[in-house]
């Protein structure tokens, strides 16, 4: 599987758009990218994933460069609730059973 | 509702003593996985089952040990020999050949040696 790059933390004020990315310029053809918030001491909860279109959920924007080898997490208007370490994984759709999970972003939300 | 159950949230142990911890989902996925997060890491993948009676070797498999019997159960036994077990360990599972490949996690067990 291939492995992903993120910035250990970054700020968003209240309200406000986080942009979260995450470098992944050895993905294979066949693995998607997702990505995974854990909120402290609990387990991680799934957000979004995407193949090579933009994706759009009620959590979550994911926007993924032409070449695949980027990617960024919008969520359109942070809350303090959305403290939390943000991982951005890749994995095939079948198969994937050794998805490695780096140390992700912590973001803080700050009011 | 759906979703996996670990048992239990909180574990003391003394030095020397195997512990059991609990994964139980209904998901009727085919495939599961125990994972070990320390203080500010990302997780590491201890060991895989994709169907039952069968499991794998995960990155960190040393010092664990896991069982599956049952589609809907697949316990980790974190022995003497796991040097420095304290920590917080996560269960997943997943469909394995499912459209969506997400893996759902349970809440956590987090563990400490005394």
Known sequence: DAKTTQPPSMDCAEGRAANLPCNHSTISGNEYVYWYRQIHSQGPQYIIHGLKNNETNEMASLIITEDRKSSTLILPHATLRDTAVYYCIVRPNTGGFKTIFGAGTRLFVKA | ?114
Request: net charge neutral.
């Open chain 2, 1 to 114: 509702d759906g979703g996996i159950t670990q048992s239990p949230k909180y574990l003391f142990r003394k030095e020397g003593q195997n512990v059991t911890l609990s994964c139980e989902q209904n998901l009727n996925h085919d495939a599961m996985y125990w994972y070990r997060q320390d203080p500010g890491q990302g997780l590491r993948l201890i060991y895989y089952s994709q169907i039952v009676n069968d499991f794998q070797k995960g990155d960190i498999a040393e010092g664990y040990s896991v069982s599956r019997e049952k589609k809907e159960s697949f316990p980790l036994t974190v022995t003497s020999a796991q040097k420095n077990p304290t920590a917080f360990y996560l269960c997943a599972s997943t469909s394995g050949t499912g459209l969506t490949g997400e893996l759902f996690f349970g809440e956590g067990s987090r563990l400490t040696v005394l």
